[in-house]
């Protein structure tokens, strides 16, 4: 039932395999948790400053991505996102086919998944730092480049910290969801070899082993992390 | 004015919109069916994941560890290809669910809303004052009563909030069993972009019929929290 030997390294067995597509889940999971940690904050700028339409934009994008499964996310910007960008080369004047590779789309369809829920725990954490501390900030002649770096990041981290560790295990998993997409990471791989193997139950209990172990030590990671950001607060 | 009535008429996302509300009525009853079951379960379990009884609490606590660490992908795919290819389960009387689609999405939607569930009902189990279990005892209740009358109602008031999120996450956790053919919305807008080749108009037409869904969610987690919270109404 439970083929181990399908799972030594080299040649005979899918074990490297399984390896790269381990290394690439991690790869994709952390390229999209930066991009969409960058776009969060984008969002979160545009909740908080007093602009109507920024406001608004931000909104329908939050509401609209957090309302809609994942997968048809995935499914638009996999299948939308060539032709997207082909029209915004036709702009600058360059007619031939571009195709996205699929690392690209996968980082890019999770990253926008995963800047709405990092956007909602960011501007959580930046609306608990007490307007004194900006004020006290503004009031020594600190201006907003300082304020920004000096004050209000190292509070926004430590507040954002446990919150950002689940989006970072939500992100993990819907990282298995691109393999829809093709690109080879952990679920794939395990469809490959079970598809090659005709023993499924042998590769998606390894995948499911393996994203165990990849969410267990995050976890870990984050919980370090978290005593190392509240030092010198009592919790 | 004609004129722009016949132009949506004739655009493609308008079309799509009634294909894909065809496969409105198998998402929802995927939903009927794991959802109450997973609320139900979902409180057991963390009953048992509070209860004294060691054992138990370990084997739940696993268990919740488990499908909480793994995507429901996986589980998916576990439930539909893993287990169809085990020779005795073939034989068994499970096979007559596992070899329908429906039957594995159920289950396996249904096994993640537990795990789920049952850490957030803890949550609210463990919230709950000393003091309100000490009056009810001083006034006789029996542990059932007990559980009946006082733990299980100002729990599950508590946690409507995040049950409520866990809820949304199910709806749109719906999509996933498209993948072992099952032809709900997803599945459905996936075979029009294989006719048509318009990806944008196919996934859009979903995505609002998607949002709707979630929007009627979003009102009855409202409406039950406004049921259930009499005290925190503002106006009487």
């Known amino acids: ?235 | 004015m004609i004129e722009f009535l016949n132009s949506i008429q004739n655009s493609l996302i308008y079309k799509n919109f009634f294909l894909v509300l065809s496969g409105l009525d198998n998402t929802i009853l995927l939903l009927l069916i794991s959802l109450p079951l997973g609320f139900v379960l979902a409180l057991l379990f963390a009953l048992g994941r509070v209860s004294k009884i060691v054992f138990l609490s370990r084997i739940i606590a696993s268990y919740i560890f488990i499908i909480r660490g793994t995507p429901l992908l996986v589980q998916i795919y576990l439930i539909y290809f893993g287990l169809g290819s085990v020779k005795f389960i073939r034989e068994s009387f499970l096979w007559y669910a596992l070899k329908e689609p429906f039957w594995c999405g159920v289950i396996a939607l249904t096994i993640n809303t537990v795990a789920y569930g049952a850490e957030i009902f803890r949550g609210g189990i463990q919230s709950i004052e000393k003091s309100q279990v000490e009056s009810g005892l001083s006034l006789g209740f029996g542990k059932f009563l007990l559980l009946r009358k006082i733990i299980l109602p100002i729990a599950i008031r508590k946690v409507l909030p995040s049950y409520g999120n866990e809820l949304i996450l199910m709806v749109k956790a719906t999509s996933l069993v498209s993948l072992t053919t099952y032809m709900e919305m997803t599945g459905i807008a996936r075979k029009i972009m294989a006719k048509t080749f318009a990806p944008v108009e196919a996934f859009i037409a979903a995505g609002i019929l998607y949002l709707f869904l979630n929007f009627l969610m979003v009102q009855f987690v409202k409406y039950l929290e406004w049921k259930y919270n009499p005290h925190l109404r503002l106006n009487n």
């Open chain 1, 1 to 235: 039932m439970f083929k181990f030997d399908k799972l030594v390294f080299g040649d005979a067995g899918w074990g490297d395999e399984f390896l790269i597509a381990t290394l690439m889940t991690l790869l994709v999971s952390i390229l999209s948790m930066g991009l969409g940690l960058f776009l969060a904050i984008i969002t979160v700028w545009a909740k908080i400053i007093q602009n109507r339409i920024t406001r608004f934009i931000a909104n329908f994008y939050t509401t609209v991505i957090r309302g809609v499964p994942e997968l048809l996310v995935i499914y638009l910007i996999f299948f939308g996102g060539n032709a997207v960008v082909m029209s915004i080369a036709k702009v600058f004047g360059y007619n031939k086919y571009i195709e996205l590779n699929a690392l690209t789309i996968a980082t890019i369809a999770i990253a926008v998944i995963s800047a709405t829920y990092s956007s909602e725990v960011l501007r959580a954490s930046y609306l608990a730092i007490s307007k004194g501390q900006i004020e006290a900030a503004r009031a020594l002649g600190m201006n907003k480049f300082s304020i920004f770096f000096k004050v209000i990041s190292p509070q926004v981290i430590r507040h954002a910290l446990p919150g950002i560790g689940n989006v970072w295990q939500i992100t993990l998993k819907d990282t298995s969801l691109i393999s829809v997409t093709g690109l080879v990471e952990i679920m794939r791989q395990s469809r490959i070899s079970s598809n090659v193997e005709h023993s499924p139950l042998t590769f998606l209990i390894t995948a499911a082993i393996l994203y165990l172990c990849l969410t267990t030590i995050s976890g870990r990671v984050f919980r370090t992390l978290e005593v190392n950001y509240s030092k010198g607060y009592s919790t």
